[in-house]
């Protein structure tokens, strides 16, 4: 997991994730070197359980793959054991796989689709790359860099292919939408990490001193989980196809999830509605009002795995959600650079 376990069941569990995220990085370099046919686990991570404890190992399994093998299991959450018995004589290469990696009984299976980074053709304020005009995200966290105490913002490292790259972003604090450019000053994006993973950020300075990044109050980092575990609720004030607060509850925290463009690095999985749409990367993630986490900044969104109908078709939303952690990023030497 990505943060120090505080007693002997959280290290267990720690100490299981640990072992999984191996075989799950062995597994995209089999994948990579043509070994399988394709990626058959999305991610592996730990998820909360129902005793006030954050105690479950998770594993990603492809929706994809059980079908192409004729296994129909809906999306959705399992109990390994539940999933393993479910599928008794219909096992294809997913149940194969999990189960050389001798998976525990407390551990759990969401069967999920291909994840996919949320950036593209469209804070709630719009960012637009301007090198193709084709990528579009949403204005993050306000920031402060180190140095210069120039005010900046966070967003998707996705959005751009590296620092000194420009944006141009519709900003709509003085009442009217102005178009004003900003450039990337620190970029991570995991799609050159391999199956180590990365994480996802960019950190974007306004050209002009004249321009400014509004405020946005909150109460600091979301601190790990911790026994006895709070339910964590967050909002997330993404911009498509209006500005609008979308509220959800945590399910889970990956430590590595991705595809074989890209391979997250300690990321809060969670479900809402309506969903988050592709373009609203970069929107800012806040623990909700009314809640132990109230106002408690947990990250940006970066990604999605599409919904799909009884018949396995894409259909409007999401069937999961991803946020990259802001306090991993920052301890990942992010905090160099930066203060929020």
């Given at each position: 997991?990505?943060?120090?376990?505080?007693?002997?069941?959280?290290?267990?569990?720690?100490?299981?994730?640990?072992?999984?995220?191996?075989?799950?990085?062995?597994?995209?370099?089999?994948?990579?070197?043509?070994?399988?046919?394709?990626?058959?686990?999305?991610?592996?991570?730990?998820?909360?359980?129902?005793?006030?404890?954050?105690?479950?190992?998770l594993v990603l399994a492809s929706y994809e793959g059980l079908a192409e093998a004729g296994t129909p299991i809906a999306v959705g959450r399992y109990p390994w054991p539940l999933l393993i018995r479910s599928i008794e004589g219909r096992r294809g290469p997913v149940?194969?796989?999990?189960?050389?990696?001798?998976?525990?009984?407390d551990t759990v299976v969401d069967v999920t689709t291909r994840p996919l980074a949320a950036a593209q053709v469209d804070s709630t304020d719009t960012v637009l790359e301007t090198r193709s005009r084709t990528m579009q995200a949403t204005v993050g966290l306000p920031c402060?860099?180190?140095?210069?105490?120039?005010?900046?913002?966070?967003?998707?490292?996705?959005?751009?292919?590296?620092?000194?790259?420009?944006?141009?972003?519709?900003?709509?604090?003085?009442?009217?939408?102005?178009?004003?450019?900003?450039?990337?000053?620190?970029?991570?994006?995991?799609?050159?990490?391999?199956?180590?993973?990365?994480?996802?950020?960019?950190?974007?300075?306004?050209?002009?001193?004249?321009?400014?990044?509004?405020?946005?109050?909150?109460?600091?980092l979301e601190p790990v989980p911790t026994h006895p575990h709070q339910p964590k609720v967050i909002d997330v004030y993404g911009r498509l196809p209006t500005p609008v607060r979308r509220t959800g509850s945590v399910s889970g925290a990956l430590a590595q999830l991705g595809d074989a463009a890209r391979q997250w690095l300690d990321c809060w999985q969670f479900a809402s509605l309506p969903a988050l749409q592709p373009g609203d990367s970069g929107s800012v993630a806040l623990g909700a009002n009314g809640t132990p986490s109230a106002d408690r900044v947990f990250g940006h969104f970066v990604g999605l795995s599409v919904a799909i109908d009884a018949s396995g078709a894409s259909i409007p939303g999401a069937v999961h959600q991803y946020v990259q952690d802001l306090r991993s990023c920052l301890a990942a030497g992010l905090d160099q650079a930066i203060s929020i």
């Amino acid at each position: 997991m990505w943060w120090e376990p505080t007693d002997e069941l959280t290290a267990a569990t720690s100490r299981e994730v640990g072992r999984l995220l191996g075989r799950y990085r062995e597994h995209l370099d089999e994948t990579g070197s043509g070994k399988f046919g394709g990626q058959l686990v999305w991610g592996v991570g730990s998820a909360p359980g129902g005793r006030s404890d954050w105690r479950h190992p998770l594993v990603l399994a492809s929706y994809e793959g059980l079908a192409e093998a004729g296994t129909p299991i809906a999306v959705g959450r399992y109990p390994w054991p539940l999933l393993i018995r479910s599928i008794e004589g219909r096992r294809g290469p997913v149940e194969a796989l999990l189960q050389r990696w001798d998976l525990t009984a407390d551990t759990v299976v969401d069967v999920t689709t291909r994840p996919l980074a949320a950036a593209q053709v469209d804070s709630t304020d719009t960012v637009l790359e301007t090198r193709s005009r084709t990528m579009q995200a949403t204005v993050g966290l306000p920031c402060t860099l180190l140095g210069s105490s120039d005010r900046a913002f966070i967003t998707a490292g996705h959005l751009v292919t590296g620092n000194g790259d420009q944006v141009e972003v519709g900003a709509t604090g003085s009442g009217a939408l102005a178009w004003v450019t900003g450039t990337v000053v620190e970029w991570s994006d995991p799609i050159q990490s391999g199956s180590n993973g990365d994480y996802d950020y960019a950190v974007v300075r306004l050209d002009d001193p004249n321009d400014t990044v509004g405020t946005l109050n909150h109460a600091g980092l979301e601190p790990v989980p911790t026994h006895p575990h709070q339910p964590k609720v967050i909002d997330v004030y993404g911009r498509l196809p209006t500005p609008v607060r979308r509220t959800g509850s945590v399910s889970g925290a990956l430590a590595q999830l991705g595809d074989a463009a890209r391979q997250w690095l300690d990321c809060w999985q969670f479900a809402s509605l309506p969903a988050l749409q592709p373009g609203d990367s970069g929107s800012v993630a806040l623990g909700a009002n009314g809640t132990p986490s109230a106002d408690r900044v947990f990250g940006h969104f970066v990604g999605l795995s599409v919904a799909i109908d009884a018949s396995g078709a894409s259909i409007p939303g999401a069937v999961h959600q991803y946020v990259q952690d802001l306090r991993s990023c920052l301890a990942a030497g992010l905090d160099q650079a930066i203060s929020i």
